[in-house]
């Protein structure tokens, strides 16, 4: 067991209060200053967002030469990534909801992926963004398919945990979509499918039309050409997915990112989800357009402390966090985007070895002790927390 | 895009008129396809609006636009604008509004307008005219004065309202979807009584020049009040109308209250006439009572709210109240259902006593699941301790506590 470096326990209920409230004291000062910039900003990356689209679709229409089709696919993937991430994502965690743009609505938009926004909005709005982090209540924590902490019981599966990693990278969309299914519960029979037709009506529904506008209605519009059309469009699906979980694994599963238990969290108050998010979410530096490119998740601290707040703006809010993190001598997880991504597979291949009171444990002593000599080598050792 | 590249391609508009009827067609009749396009900005028809509207908002396929053709000044806080609908506008009966959307420092405003200009004009020339009057303090009516320029595209809504005189029947001009609306109360042979303050006169003028086109032979007399002489709008255009129309009586007030003996001695016959009354809430409120003494049966007045409809609550003005405890009542225009607070109650909690089982998430103002569209009404944020934004529509039930009387319409 080795969790927990700062309990929550760590800061009295008085400077928990006093940290919240320089908090909200921030974000009223931001929300004060919401205008014309916001305005502008998300406009421009919308517009930037369709002529990617428009030129990626028609280089993979029209390319003659692979150089250029390969410039299409590579359009493509940015205008869903720019979509789902930077205009998607935070237009539905309502950011924009003040500019009463219809275009713009939270609980109106619907997004370019097989996963449907009402579903997104419930398990990720919600679930994710209320409980972060805490075990058995977020199920983002390890998407029930990774084990990324010893409190999770092991399982022989886990042994292979990293293909499933990857399979789960290279299909995160359709793992976002079906992740309202709780498939695990449905397995143990905690929930009936019963109960999930209606979810999964709307996953087919959504999923259908996604198909057939990448794999049916612009592959026919090619006419001969549909198989490359097609195959363009599958791989800007591949490489947004993959990109896309990339970022979001280096949100809560790097190395300095802790988990909750639910009786840690019980009558929680506003200064204690503040400092939850943020020993729960950890950041990763960059240029601009890392940063755009990843929808503003590079500032995943403050994205979980904020999560209404024009994601443009936290760049410069990140600054004031880190002030008050200092004064109340709290961690503030960030590092290279390249160190953080380490962090995250070695957390996956650490975790899937048996604990040391499993009867598996010899087998995973063989692994670790091959691993450790062979394919983990560029690995940064995982050293976890010493417990006393 | 220039005014003149946008009118070279308003020349088009048949052209695009049938694209649209063909497009109509084959998306409707192409069910399973359709539901590709109709998702929202992932779809593809949204795609497709968005590069048009980025090419010229008239050629939008899914919202209305108006290009402002001219502006002229009525009085000095008065002007008109004169505005050209792109293709897909419907039209509208004498009478009704249409909503203006404009948009200050990144947030969009949406204010009602009555339509000053007769149907026919938007028949023959594709043209409608709504009066703006500035309100001190009023920031989207300044704002239009300020800003608006000939050649701005704004965006509007199709025609609204049931203000609509019934004394006119020019079927021929009006969409079945305009007509549907309107309800008759007023017998059609009856004689009609306008009776307007301030900027409540600019649907009265899409009415007069119908009735003068359309009914001469029928008796109209307007009462029209202003502050000052120099306020009344229309004031040139309105006594030369009486001047050529002998069936048509302006009476003026300027500077003056409405009283219960100058409605006597204006229109001795009120009670015989089909009365529609357009002003602020207390003229209004005001005119209905003389009416009242003066034995008009309440089913022939017609009227036309306009200005803050929401009538600002005083408990909000007065400091020092703890607005979590003021009472409440909210009404949810979808379901009807009205609910009483004695206070300290959020939004959602309430609408869940009253029988509704609106979407909800955290229940503490993270998530936004329980997002909801307030029309009007004061709300207490219990997050930031402080009163929501009147301009702010979308709100959050769970930290949302009502204060005073509010309306929800999407529960």
Redesign the interface.
Same mark, same amino acid.
């Given at each position: 067991m080795d969790m927990k470096t700062r309990p929550l326990g760590l800061l009295s209920p008085n400077e928990l209060n006093a940290f919240g409230s320089e908090l909200d004291q921030l974000r009223e000062q931001v929300l004060a200053d919401l205008g014309q910039r916001d305005a502008d900003y998300i406009r421009d990356i919308v517009q930037q967002q369709k002529m990617c689209e428009i030129v990626g679709r028609t280089l993979i229409h029209f390319s003659l030469n692979p150089l250029l089709f390969a410039g299409g696919i590579a359009a493509l993937s940015c205008a869903k990534i720019l979509e789902n991430m930077e205009v998607g994502h935070n237009v539905m965690h309502g950011q924009y909801d003040w500019m009463n743009d219809p275009t713009l609505e939270s609980q109106s938009y619907e997004w370019d992926t097989v996963c449907d926004a009402e579903s997104w909005r419930k398990t990720h709005n919600f679930e994710h963004h209320t409980y972060t982090n805490i075990l058995g209540k977020d199920r983002d924590y390890g998407y029930a398919v990774l084990r990324l902490t010893d409190d999770v019981p092991w399982k022989p599966y886990h042994f292979v945990q990293f293909i499933n990693y990857i399979l789960l990278s290279a299909l995160f969309e359709w793992g976002v979509g079906l992740h309202e299914l709780e498939f695990e519960k449905l397995k143990q029979g905690k929930v009936s499918l019963k109960e999930k037709i209606p979810f999964l009506k709307r996953f087919l529904r959504k999923s259908g039309r996604q198909l057939s506008k990448d794999y049916l209605l612009f592959p026919l519009l090619a006419g001969p050409m549909a198989p490359k059309v097609l195959l363009g469009n599958g791989i800007a699906n591949l490489v947004r997915n993959l990109w896309t979980s990339t970022i979001i694994f280096c949100g809560h599963f790097t190395a300095g990112a802790e988990t909750f238990s639910e009786e840690e969290c019980e009558n929680e108050t506003r200064g204690m989800w503040y400092y939850r998010q943020l020993l729960g979410s950890s950041n990763f530096t960059g240029n601009k357009w890392l940063h755009i490119m990843s929808g503003h998740l590079s500032y995943q601290i403050e994205h979980h402390m904020f999560p209404d707040i024009p994601a443009h703006r936290y760049p410069e809010i990140s600054e004031q966090v880190k002030v008050i993190c200092q004064k109340y001598e709290i961690p503030y997880n960030t590092d290279r985007f390249g160190k953080q991504y380490l962090t995250v597979l070695a957390r996956v291949a650490r975790y899937s070895l048996p604990p040391a009171d499993s009867r598996w444990r010899m087998a995973g002593e063989k692994i670790r002790s091959f691993a450790g000599r062979k394919i983990f080598r560029f690995l940064p050792e995982y050293r976890p927390p010493v417990i006393e | 895009m220039t005014s003149e590249d946008t009118s070279r391609l308003m020349q088009f508009s048949p052209i695009l008129r049938c694209m649209n009827v063909l497009f109509i067609q084959v998306n409707g009749s192409l069910n399973?396809?359709r539901?590709?396009f109709r998702?929202?900005?992932? /779809? =593809?028809q949204?795609?497709m609006d968005?590069?048009l509207c980025?090419i010229d908002p008239l050629l939008s396929l899914q919202r209305d636009y108006a290009q402002v053709v001219s502006i002229g000044e009525e009085t000095r806080q008065a002007k008109t604008f004169i505005l050209r609908p792109s293709f897909l506008w419907k039209g509208f009966l004498a009478g009704q509004h249409i909503q203006l959307e404009t948009?200050i420092? /990144? =947030?969009?405003?949406?204010r009602f307008y009555s339509i000053s200009s007769a149907p026919t004009l938007f028949a023959e020339r594709g043209l409608i005219s709504i009066t703006v009057k500035k309100i001190p303090g009023g920031r989207i009516s300044n704002h239009l004065h300020k800003t608006l320029r000939v050649g701005d595209i704004l965006a509007i809504g199709k025609a609204v309202g049931r203000f609509i005189c019934d004394q006119l029947d020019s079927e021929q001009l009006y969409t079945k979807s305009c007509r549907e609306e309107s309800v008759p109360i007023a017998e059609n042979s009856k004689e009609v009584l306008f009776i307007a303050a301030g900027s409540g006169v600019t649907p009265f003028k899409s009415m007069l020049e119908t009735l003068y086109s359309e009914k001469p032979e029928r008796k109209v007399t307007l009462i029209l009040y202003a502050n000052r002489a120099d306020e009344l709008i229309f004031n040139i255009w309105l006594s030369q109308l009486s001047e050529q129309w002998s069936n048509f009586r302006l009476i003026t007030h300027c500077g003056e209250q409405i009283s219960l003996d100058s409605l006597r001695s204006d229109c001795p016959d009120m009670a015989q006439r089909a009365v529609y009354l357009c002003g602020p809430v207390g003229f209004m409120d005001k005119t209905i009572r003389f009416a009242r003494e003066l034995d008009v049966p309440s089913d022939t007045i017609r009227q036309e709210n306009f200005g803050n409809v929401s009538r600002p609550s005083a408990l909000v003005d007065a400091a020092g109240i703890n607005l979590m405890l003021v009472e409440a009542e909210v009404l949810f225009t979808k379901t009807g259902k009205k609910i009483k607070s004695p206070g300290g109650k959020t939004l959602l909690e309430l609408a869940e006593q009253s029988g509704l089982h609106p979407k909800y998430?955290?229940r503490?103002g993270?998530?936004?699941?329980c997002?909801c569209q307030r029309e009007g009404g004061d709300i207490f944020n219990t997050?930031?301790g402080a009163l929501v934004p009147k301009?702010?529509?979308?709100i959050?039930a769970c930290i949302s506590v009502p204060v005073g009387d509010l309306v929800v319409s999407d529960w």
């Open positions: - | 399973g396809v539901q590709v998702q929202q900005l992932g /779809g =593809v949204c795609f968005y590069v980025r948009e420092n /990144g =947030v969009r405003y949406r998430g955290c503490r993270i998530c936004h699941e997002t997050l930031t301009e702010q529509n979308r959050q």
